[in-house]
């Protein structure tokens, strides 16, 4: 059964449609994060090490422009109806919290926030929204996107490659490796930051 599985991956990464298919999985997943696209640049990151097939820095190039062609129109969505979208969002729901966290940050941090949002989970739709929202200056938008989808791509992608160097003979074991590191990372970032969270909170009682 694995066999039969990886036979059909290879099958389709050996194709130059598994980079349209990464644009369009990295594009989606901006405005509409329903679509994980970690999970892909993370798959194709443990087969790149695994055979150089797809190759690392296209996967990179092609994951970074996705995210930043997506983010951009999340950006525009939110500028144009920002407003209506926050007001439909339950008070004390998961993203209602997400955006009103992501609005402090972007009073607090800049544009910076847009680069720590790309790791947090759900934020980055709220991030680039909420700046759009804001009416927060494209062209300063567009260079820390950037600077955000350019590192995000390199890190999913070298995740991957580290799984896939690491079980380079069995790469379904790479990729759950990479996923793992993955999902690891992400909890320790949740796990400071709720801390950190805590600690301010303590200080101002």
Partial sequence: ???????????????????????????????????????????LGVFAAADGNPNLALIIIVAALGAFTGDHISYFIGRKSGDRIYARLKPEGRTRKAYDRVGDMLEKRGGLMLIIARYIPGGRTA????????KYPLRSFSAYDAIAASSWAIYSAMIGFIGGAA???????????????????????????????RRAAAKVD
């Fill in 127 to 134: 991030a680039t929204l909420t700046t759009g929202a804001t």
């Fill in 1 to 43: 059964m694995d066999n039969a599985i990886l036979d059909a991956i290879e099958g389709f990464i050996a194709t130059p449609w598994v980079y349209v298919a990464l644009f369009a999985v990295a594009k989606l997943d901006g405005f509409f994060p329903v679509v994980p696209s970690e999970t892909l640049v993370v798959t």
């Fill in 167 to 197: 079980f380079e003979k069995n790469p379904l074991r790479g990729v759950a490796l990479g996923l793992g590191l993955a999902l690891a990372l992400a909890g320790l970032h949740e796990g400071v930051r709720f801390i950190r969270e």
